[in-house]
């Protein structure tokens, strides 16, 4: 049984293109087919239609399909990005689940916890700590 949190992984998915090949439990893989553009349709029809009567077009459709298509692996076990936490919280304010205190009390810690992950991504010396470094080079002087 798949979880609502994969189905809408999924129908998110689905609408950019992808079209669902397995389901195990919380896991799917989606795929996006490609037959290969128009353009190369065309070159292969018109390098190949008087003598292969458009066998050379199905034939680049089946490469393109098997070669370039795209595949991807969701799983409703990893981590909740902040846009399905932020979106979720928006769904349940909108259902009435949720009063206005509340849901800007959650919305506020959220936009704090991805300032929070900001600060710790960039680097040491953006956040102020090269101040440090020049208050120990200054006492290595004397």
């Known amino acids: 049984m798949s979880s609502e949190r994969l189905e809408r992984q999924i129908g998110r ?20 087919p490609n037959y290969g553009s128009k353009l190369g349709h065309i070159v292969v029809f018109l390098l190949t ?4 009567l458009g066998v050379g077009n199905l034939l680049y459709a089946a490469y393109r399909y ?5 595949y991807k692996v969701l799983d409703a076990r990893d981590p909740v990005t ?10 349940r304010y909108a259902r009435g689940e949720i009063e206005d205190e509340e849901f800007d009390r959650r919305v506020r810690r959220l936009r704090a916890t991805e300032s929070l992950a900001a600060i710790r991504a960039e680097p040491a010396e953006e956040r102020g700590y090269h101040h440090e470094r020049e208050r120990e080079r200054s006492t290595e002087r004397w």
């Not at 079209?19 to 896991?27: K, P, S, V, W």
């Not at 239609?49 to 292969?52: G, H, I, L, N, V």
């Open 82 to 91: 902040d846009e399905e936490a932020l979106s979720h919280l928006r769904r």
């Open 13 to 32: 998915e689905t609408v950019g293109g992808y079209r669902l090949e397995a389901i195990d439990g919380e896991r799917a893989v989606l795929k996006r």
């Open 66 to 70: 098997v070669n370039d298509s795209e």
């Open 49 to 52: 239609a008087w003598f292969s």
